[in-house]
């Protein structure tokens, strides 16, 4: 199975801070990569999918890149309500496996 | 408006059953595959099974095989998880999801809460 790591684990940035995250998988995906942003009690939202396509309603700060193994998620001036867990997912071969999450407070 | 609502979660014994249902509006569910997603108490999440359009082909993630059962049924537009033999790690909120292939999970429900514990 293809695992997913994220990194880092928590960061605690400052509004207007540009943040960026990680997602590893250890294989090749393609660009098969998905984003979610978690706030605490609600389901996830789907950020990004194929690596960097913006869901529709989706504010234009966010944006990721990559392909193959390494992709990232980049929030380029933190707003606060942009607070939450983000979680990468390969969004092609089963299981469907999620990175372990990046906790993002607002300093 | 575009929705799916969780029902069916409870507290269960430790290997008991629960049947969790979800419920499409908004959209033609049998038009898609859908997908059931857990989350354990302050854990992150873990996706469960999928299920593709006509429901003959099935996924699941390994510590479910054998013991959960993904069905759907297309003119009730519904979603189910049967889920048998339950353990203490099981014990986590189920979300159901609209999976756009290879595109991510896109419409998710508010979720339901499966409690395993004598």
């Known amino acids: 199975d293809i695992q997913m790591t994220q990194s880092p684990s928590s960061v605690s940035a400052s509004v207007g801070d540009r943040v960026t995250i990680a997602c590893r998988a250890s294989?090749?995906?393609?660009?098969?990569l998905a984003w979610y942003q978690q706030k605490p009690g609600k389901a996830p939202n789907l950020l990004i999918y194929?690596?960097?396509t913006l869901q529709t309603g989706v504010p234009s700060r966010f944006s990721g890149s990559g392909s193959g193994t390494d992709f990232t998620l980049t929030i380029s001036s933190l707003q606060p309500e942009d607070f939450g867990t983000y979680y990468c997912?390969?969004?092609?071969?089963?299981?469907?496996?999620f990175g372990g999450g990046t906790k993002v407070e607002i300093k | 408006e575009v929705k799916l609502v969780e029902s069916g979660g409870g507290l269960v014994q430790p290997g008991g059953s629960l049947r969790l249902s979800c419920a499409a509006s908004g959209l033609t569910s049998s038009r898609y595959w859908m997908t059931w997603v857990r989350q354990a108490p302050g854990k992150g999440l873990e996706w469960v099974a999928n299920i593709n359009q006509p429901g003959s082909e099935k996924y699941y993630v390994d510590s479910v095989k054998g013991r959960f059962i993904v069905s759907r049924d297309n003119a009730e537009n519904s979603l189910y998880l049967q889920m048998n033999s339950l353990r203490g790690e099981d014990t986590a909120v189920y979300y159901c999801?609209?999976?756009?292939?290879?595109?991510?999970?896109?419409?998710w429900g508010q979720g339901t809460t499966v409690t395993v514990s004598s």
């Open positions: 997912q390969d969004a092609n071969t089963f299981p469907l496996t």
């Open positions: 194929a690596a960097s």
């Open positions: 294989q090749d995906i393609g660009n098969w």
């Open positions: 999801a609209r999976a756009r292939v290879g595109a991510g999970l896109d419409v």
